[in-house]
């Protein structure tokens, strides 16, 4: 079975950081795309950054300049560095990986099991 295992919320006031981390264990060929997003209460949940295999990211617009999506391919881990985070960051961040599984031979969009984030103005 595999399954994406996220670490690195917290509390933290305005302004500050943290560098969540989202690692994949398990029985796969390999990982596709990597990504983080996000749900705060009441909202849908958006996509916040995204990294492909040879390294190339996308982000949504709120948080360009303040985020650095990263992965360690030899560790099968993402990474989210959060700098200068706001109030309206507040969220549960959600890992997500389009990984190839062994055991049905196919690629999977698997979820991490979320991380709760808290920025206090």
């Known amino acids: 079975q595999v399954q994406l295992v996220e670490s690195g919320g917290g509390l933290v006031q305005a302004g500050g950081s943290l560098r969540p981390s989202c690692a994949a264990s398990g029985l796969f060929f390999g990982i596709n795309d990597m990504g983080w997003y996000r749900q705060a209460s009441g909202k849908q949940r958006e996509l916040v950054a995204v990294i492909t295999s040879d390294g190339r990211t996308n982000y949504e617009d709120s948080v360009k300049g303040r985020f650095t999506i990263s992965r360690d391919n030899a560790k099968n881990t993402v990474y989210l560095q959060m700098n200068s985070l706001k109030p309206e960051d507040t969220a549960v961040y959600y890992c997500?990986?389009?990984?190839?599984?062994?055991?049905?031979?196919?690629?999977?969009?698997?979820w991490g099991q979320g991380t709760q984030v808290t920025v206090s103005s």
């Open positions: 997500n990986a389009d990984v190839w599984v062994v055991t049905t031979k196919s690629l999977s969009g698997l």
